[in-house]
């Protein structure tokens, strides 16, 4: 089944501990990104990847880190996590980056006190 | 001024009902996509066209290009049917509305 999965779902935390939500894909696609989702604001993203090794900013990228040394991967790291990260993060793909349904992971709730 | 509007941002209807939500855009797109998300959080992509409509079940698309305008139309609504709906569009990245809170009663 074609899917994109996150991990964890659920997360709550302390500001300033190192996190990392992780997100697999298994279609091949080339594109991959991350975005936040905040009541009033939408989703906003955070970090894409064209490619293996390609990554760049998106519209919010302060406090967050990304990599994506394999194709299917692409792990979103909260080096030093502050209150105003409490969110709902999504991960998404898609075949190329302007071609092709976007597929979302189900989603990670993360509250940092 | 947000890139992609929606309207209304909040529906009610009563089930049977015909429903329309609307979508315009600023900037040169060479997609537009419609999301469905559930209460639960979960995203499902319901559409993605760059001209003329596109259906599925009760779902219909349809996007002017001109205008820059898209409308998702849902036909016969069922309470099932009651989610939170996100125009998209495909710029040099992807811009999302704020979404369409639709719920649907028996």
């Known amino acids: 089944e074609a899917q994109v999965t996150q991990n964890p779902r659920y997360l709550i935390t302390v500001t300033g501990k190192k996190l990392t939500v992780t997100c697999s894909q298994n279609?091949?696609?080339?594109?991959m990104s991350w975005y936040r989702q905040d009541p009033g604001l939408g989703l906003r993203q955070i970090y894409y990847?064209?490619?293996?090794?390609?990554?760049d900013k998106g519209d919010v990228p302060e406090g967050y880190k990304v990599s994506r040394k394999e194709k299917r991967n692409f792990p979103l790291i909260l080096e030093s996590p502050s209150p105003n990260q409490t969110s709902l993060y999504f991960c998404?793909?898609?075949?190329?980056?302007?071609?092709?349904?976007?597929?979302f992971g189900p989603g990670t709730r993360l509250l940092v006190l | 001024k947000n890139e992609v509007e929606q309207s209304p941002q909040n529906l009610t209807a009563q089930e049977g009902e015909f429903i329309t939500i609307n979508c315009s855009y600023s900037v040169g797109i060479s997609a537009l996509h419609w999301l469905q998300q559930h209460p639960g959080g979960g995203i499902v992509s319901l559409f993605m066209?760059?001209?003329g409509k596109k259906k599925h079940g009760r779902l219909i698309a349809t996007i002017n290009i001109q205008e820059k305008h898209s409308s998702l139309h849902i036909t016969a609504s069922h309470p099932r049917d009651s989610a939170v709906y996100i125009c998209?569009?495909?710029?040099?990245?992807?811009?999302f509305g704020t979404g369409t809170r639709l719920q649907v009663f028996p």
């Open positions: 998209a569009v495909t710029s040099d990245k992807l811009i």
């Open positions: 279609m091949n696609h080339e594109y």
């Open positions: 066209l760059s001209s």
């Open positions: 998404a793909s898609s075949l190329l980056a302007d071609k092709g349904t976007q597929y």
């Open positions: 990847s064209m490619n293996v090794e390609v990554t």
